[in-house]
């Protein structure tokens, strides 16, 4: 079983990335390596969870068919690999 969050780090973000969210998660599927970066750097002095990029354009609006679609694919395609 899945417990799943969602983050951002816009303003416009329904949810912003939290250290709180950060130590609750034991894995964090980011979009693109820039947002890997962003992370690091906001939040180097906690330990991070294992993280994931799944190299999607951050070009998308909140909750677009497309990028859902996107984002489904890659996660359950990693998950699939890390259960076998």
Known sequence: ???????????????????????WADLIFLMEYEHSKRLRQLFDKIDLPKTEVLNIKDNYEF????????????VN?????ISI
């Open 1 to 23: 079983m899945f417990y799943v969050k969602s983050a951002g780090f816009s303003e416009k973000s329904p949810v912003r990335i939290s250290e709180q969210l950060i130590l």
């Open 63 to 74: 909750m677009d068919q497309k990028l859902v679609s996107f984002l489904n694919e890659k």
């Open 77 to 81: 395609n990693y998950l699939e690999k």
